[in-house]
């Protein structure tokens, strides 16, 4: 009786506030990187690293998908996905260098993506058990995936300075990639905006 419960109250929850509470109950992803906010100002071309109310670094210019940013994210748009992430997983390198995965797809996009037939109901059911796991959802559906944090790699750094460039991920520079990495951990909040 009380699981059913259970289940009528979270089927109520939207569905950034389920992501939420399931991050927080499997947390399979999450260390000490999770008391860590990720803000990027996409109309800034601004991306900041708070503890709390303090400020540990502010980068700019940074680059976000070609084609702006969006919150209905498809595969291949060359847009950057609008909403809230946890950082996933963590690459040492990578054709850009080292590489901050998140998250995505979030469950509010994947639910817009069932209720539009851009994924399966099946493909539905594997983002919501990952999250609800605190694994990295599959990103292989049309809803894109494999974003998050890079750098310039060997990408010229004045096209970098003037122009959003990226496929749909957040880039900054070589330098800044390696400041980053030393203040982000898996489970840290990503808000782009």
Sequence with gaps: ?????????????TPACLSALLFAAGGGWADTGAEVVVDVDSAKREMRVLRGD????????????????????R?????????????????????FGPFIGFN??????????LAAGE????????IQEAHAEGRVPPQDTRLGGFIGIHGLGR???????DLN????????????MSQIMGLLGKGALVRIR
């Design 1 to 13: 009786v009380a699981e059913s419960h259970v289940t009528r109250v979270l089927c109520r929850l």
């Design 54 to 73: 303090k400020v540990l670094a502010v980068f700019n210019p940074v680059s976000v998908g070609r084609w702006g940013i969006t919150e209905e994210k």
């Design 75 to 95: 595969h291949g748009d060359g847009k950057t996905p609008l909403g809230d992430y946890r950082i996933a997983w963590m690459k040492s390198s990578g054709d």
């Design 104 to 113: 995505y797809p979030s469950l509010a996009r994947a639910e817009k993506g």
């Design 119 to 126: 994924i399966s109901q099946a493909e539905f059911d594997a």
């Design 155 to 161: 990408a010229d750094p004045e096209i970098h300075r």
């Design 165 to 176: 460039w990226t496929k749909g991920c957040v880039a900054v520079t070589n330098a800044q």
